[in-house]
């Protein structure tokens, strides 16, 4: 089992920026992916950003490219949403995502949250206009 905590959300104004951090603890070596999702009142949860564990090759949803920055810290086992320019279509809880190493997923997958197997508890991130 692998057990997620996320911190850093709050309140922002528009084009501020955040930082969300997520610790990852107990078999974290058999993680093979983090991710961020985020979910909006009255929406599904869509994908944010992913990132791959060993080479930290990294992916974002166009929605967010260029404004947000995911990076991880193996030796901490923590992984980092840098958030900037932040728009009030921001607004959403964001879920860190671990998947981990079966041999059946990989970078094609990672924006699917089927394919992620320990889910943190949210955090509320949210910007005003």
């Known amino acids: 089992q692998v057990q997620l905590v996320e911190s850093g959300g709050g309140l922002v104004q528009a084009g501020g920026s955040l930082r969300l951090s997520c610790a990852a603890s107990g078999r974290t070596f058999s993680i093979y992916a983090m991710g961020w999702f985020r979910q909006a009142p009255g929406k599904e949860r869509e994908f944010v950003a992913a990132v791959s564990w060993n080479s930290g090759s990294t992916y974002y949803a166009d929605s967010v490219k260029g404004r947000f920055t995911i990076s991880r810290d193996n030796t901490k086992n923590t992984v980092h949403l840098q958030m900037n320019s932040l728009k009030p279509e921001d607004t959403a809880i964001y879920y860190c995502?671990?998947?981990?190493?079966?041999?059946?997923?990989?970078?094609?997958?990672?924006?699917?949250?089927?394919?992620?197997?320990?889910w943190g508890q949210g955090t509320q991130v949210t910007v005003s206009s």
């Open positions: 995502a671990a998947d981990k190493y079966t041999g059946t997923s990989g970078p094609s997958s990672w924006k699917d949250a089927i394919s992620y197997d320990y």
